[in-house]
């Protein structure tokens, strides 16, 4: 009779726990740092996008974070009038050119990035100090970008 013993197929079990035990977390890691790298890229890909609409439609556009909730971003079309631009709800109104609501995967986030805006001409400005500076963070992994005035984007060594 053919077949394998019980103890066989102890040790065979045995082996797979083992191993499934060291690559776990090794492929969560990996998980949680693609969601950071995957969410710095979208935001990069974003501020790209506002430069391409600023310049191609002749118009400012802004990109606001936090907006409009936590861990959320859009790209939102400034429109020269203070009364719309400015408004408290600004983040959930739509002009023509605004953007969908861009949101972080689950456990990262991006601290409290400055408003950027970008001219007709494709500058940059910032609510805060140009070049402008954004980390996105998960759990125990992060990766820094950051913007100057004219729109070129470099990440940190990841």
Sequence with gaps: MKGFTMFELLVAMALIAILSGIGIPTLMEANRRNQVWTASELIGSQIRQARLKAISRNMSFRVRFNCPEDNQFRLLQVTGNTAIDNAVDRCSTYQT???????????????EPDTLTVNSRGVFSSTGAIPSTITVSGLDTSRSLTMSATGKITFDVY
């Design 97 to 111: 050119y605004d953007s969908g609501v861009m949101a972080m995967p689950a456990g990262v986030t991006f601290g």
